[in-house]
Structures are given as C-alpha cells and as structure tokens.
C-alpha cells in the first residue's frame, strides 16, 4: 500500500467515526480530539445557543465501548504519527498548531452523566499512555451538575492522575438567568456547589458563554452577579486558573440567539478581571469563525 493511500484510508475512517472525531480548536490551540459520549442527544441541559437539534433521533442511542475504545486507538495513531495533517482536512493546519493538545469529552450531551463515566476514563487514560502521549491532556467540558456522584468523582480523580482539567460551564449569575439560558430543573445551586466542590481539590477552567437573546445582551446586573459567583468560588477555598469568555460562533439550533460583538466580548472579559481578579481569555463570535 503507498503512503498516498494510507492517508486516504485513515482519513475514510476517521469521517466515518461515531464517537472519536479530530477538530482544529481555538481554544486547545492545536487538535483536539473529541469524544461523544452522547451519542442519543440526552442531556439534562437545553441550552438555548446548544448547536445539537434535539428535535430530531440520533442514529445512534449508546456509546459502544469496544468500538469507541478502537477509534480512540486509531486516533491517536494517525495524531502521534503525524499523518492526520497529511489528510485533506487538516493539510492545511498552519505549524503553530500542529500539535495534538487533548482529548476532550464532551459531546450531544453532558459527558458526566454516561453511567461508567469513571470505567471509560480509567481506560482511555490507559490507552493514551500506551502511545506515549503523557504529555496530551484528557479535557472534560461540563456543565458540573453531576460532581456529586461518587463515580463521577473517582472519573475526576483519575483525569487529575493524568493530566486532566476541568473546563465546567457557568453561563448566568442568578438563577433566573440561569433557567432562560439553560433551560434545565437542576437547581442553580447545585452547580454552584458542585463548581466549589471541584475547585477545592483541583484547580479548574470556567467557560462561560454570553449571547444576545432576541437582540439583548446579558444586563450589566446579570454580569455583575457572575462575577460575584466567581468570587463565592474562590472565596470558599476553590482555585480557578481561568475564565473563558465566549460567544456564539457557530449558528444554533434556534434562530433567537445571535453573537455579541467583540467589544461586548471584551468588556465582560474586562469587568471579570476588575472584579474577580482572575485571568480571562476572549474568544470571539462573528468574526472568528
């Protein structure tokens, strides 16, 4: 078989993957590879800006363990060896970021809530260290309403064991904001508390998303109120290493949200480092697609 075709199969087989998919991230700075772990677009948030149309069945209703855990090994094969930038979808990846940054779990739906969340990071871990990517971090983006439960605890100890970070959403500052844009009955609280729980034994990242929703930003009293719930984190003994401020940079499944401009982007960032003292990156909408 020539080196041509090589690629070309690998590359056939990574576009037909059902959990493991390779994308260029802004925020990773290199490749990211993604785990979907559902697969069934379940999930005990409906984000108003969530990007997964969950009007529609998925094909798929589970994770397939087996399955999953090989496309994970030929993932990080073509990653390690470098040929994935060989391929007609990363070929043109700029040098900066020809790097392998994580493996992130996320997915159609929170990650967490899949039921041997601590089994399937245990081995995914091992699988990662069998190719010698100790360096590569297991990212788990999360929206923490399901760190109470003993074995997504133990998943969270074994992340830490392996160069895991934890990237958990924190969208709204009161609770009444909080159910518009999320629109779930898991109390506010509890994601408040499980924020601290997390932060006091590791350092953690929060990723906030802000949007306009039928034309209007989030109100200067709504962002002020996050900052104070950022404060209560840090406050009660937990550690965040950064706040990613964001905005909608992919349409939608409903045409109600739109982007804020990079300046509103700019200005919560900047509001969240005079109040919070934190460090806070930007990640546009519009204009960095």
Aim: glycine share 6%; aromatic share 8%; with cysteine.
């Amino acid at each position: 078989m020539t080196t041509h075709r090589l690629h070309t199969q690998h590359e056939r087989t990574f576009e037909g993957n059902r959990f493991v998919y390779p994308v260029l991230s802004r925020r990773s700075k290199g490749i990211s590879i993604g785990v979907n772990l559902n697969p069934d677009k379940i999930c005990n948030f409906d984000c108003i800006y969530c990007q997964v149309d969950r009007r529609t069945e998925s094909e798929v209703r589970f994770v397939e363990g087996e399955r999953y855990f090989a496309e994970l090994e030929e993932m990080l094969d073509l990653c390690a060896s470098g040929e994935i930038f060989a391929t007609t979808k990363f070929a043109e990846t700029p040098k900066h970021l020809r790097r392998v940054n994580d493996i992130a779990f996320s997915g159609d739906g929170e990650p967490t809530t899949y039921k041997n969340f601590d089994q399937l990071i245990e081995r995914s871990a091992e699988i990662k260290r069998r190719h010698g990517l100790d360096d590569v971090k297991m990212v788990l983006i999360t929206n923490a309403t399901m760190f109470h439960r003993p074995h997504v605890q133990r998943g969270l100890e074994i992340l830490d064991a392996n160069q895991g970070e934890i990237w958990a959403k924190l969208d709204a500052g009161t609770e009444k904001y909080y159910r518009t844009i999320e629109r779930t009955k898991i109390p506010f609280q509890r994601v408040l508390d499980n924020l601290l729980i997390a932060a006091k034994l590791r350092p953690i990242v929060i990723q906030s998303m802000f949007l306009k929703l039928l034309g209007e930003a989030p109100s200067a009293e709504e962002i002020a109120a996050f900052c104070d719930r950022l404060n209560e984190v840090v406050a009660g003994g937990g550690e965040i290493k950064l706040v990613q401020v964001y905005t909608v940079a992919r349409k939608p499944a409903e045409s109600l949200v739109t982007p804020l401009s990079d300046a509103e982007v700019d200005a919560i960032a900047q509001e969240v480092r005079d109040k919070t003292g934190l460090t806070a990156e930007v990640y546009y909408g519009s204009s960095d697609y």
